[in-house]
T-cell receptor, first 114, second 116 residues
Framework: DAGITQSPRYKITETGRQVTLMCHQTWSHSYMFWYRQDLGHGLRLIYYSAAADITDKGEVPDGYVVSRSKTENFPLTLESATRSQTSVYFC?????????????FGEGSWLTVV | AQKITQTQPGMFVQEKEAVTLDCTYDTSDPSYGLFWYKQPSSGEMIFLIYQGSYDQQNATEGRYSLNFQKARKSANLVISASQLGDSAMYFCAMRGRETSYDKVIFGPGTSLSVIP
């Protein structure tokens, strides 16, 4: 029962570097989401995906890139990291609406950009 | 655009008392869902309760109930008989469509502190 896993859990990187956060789920959920959590803002949606090869922008997509070539994986890439991207990143997944609505979260990835 | 508002940044409640956490939302999608999640200091996101926009009755899960007022676009969480372990951040969320697919957005959260 692996569920949804994120890696790395903790990362320190330098401004300007490319960073990829990985997200893997074992349930074959169709939907996957990436959020960032910052004090005072709650969780803000970066990108989401309804199925393999279907992705769309969320509330704060600038500076991020996603892909979903396989149902179980949804990596998030910071193309050129900035200090403002220091945050806690949560990946989440769920079935389609008709099959159930609970959203399952990973444990989070703590990213610091110095 | 879809939006979730939680106007209470912080709340205090006496142990064993009931508390209501406010949530209002905005969407043009007639079919949507509303969630509440709890985030303790350890950081994990814990699902509490779900209400569908077409559900006739308010959702309940143990000590949690969702006071759904569709016309007012509000989905307040009621916690009865508060316990010390209820101290946490609470997030209201909404699932709905602006394009062909669902997205899920969250409010800024309410920090609840339960006082012995």
């Amino acid at each position: 029962d692996a569920g949804i896993t994120q890696s790395p859990r903790y990362k320190i990187t330098e401004t300007g570097r490319q960073v990829t956060l990985m997200c893997h789920q074992t349930w074959s959920h169709s939907y996957m989401f990436w959020y960032r959590q910052d004090l005072g803002h709650g969780l803000r949606l970066i990108y989401y995906s309804a199925a393999a090869d279907i992705t769309d922008k969320g509330e704060v997509p600038d500076g991020y890139v996603v892909s979903r070539s396989k149902t179980e994986n949804f990596p998030l890439t910071l193309e050129s990291a900035t200090r403002s991207q220091t945050s806690v990143y949560f990946c989440a997944s769920s079935r389609s609406v008709s099959s159930g609505n609970t959203i399952y979260f990973g444990e989070g990835s703590w990213l610091t950009v110095v | 655009a879809q939006k979730i508002t939680q106007t209470q940044p912080g709340m205090f409640v006496q142990e064993k008392e009931a508390v209501t956490l406010d949530c209002t939302y905005d969407t043009s999608d007639p079919s949507y869902g509303l969630f509440w999640y709890k985030q303790p200091s350890s950081g994990e996101m814990i699902f509490l309760i779900y209400q569908g926009s077409y559900d006739q009755q308010n959702a309940t899960e143990g000590r949690y109930s969702l006071n759904f007022q569709k016309a007012r676009k509000s989905a307040n969480l009621v916690i009865s008989a508060s316990q010390l372990g209820d101290s946490a951040m609470y997030f209201c969320a909404m699932r709905g469509r602006e394009t062909s697919y669902d997205k899920v957005i969250f409010g800024p959260g309410t920090s609840l502190s339960v006082i012995p």
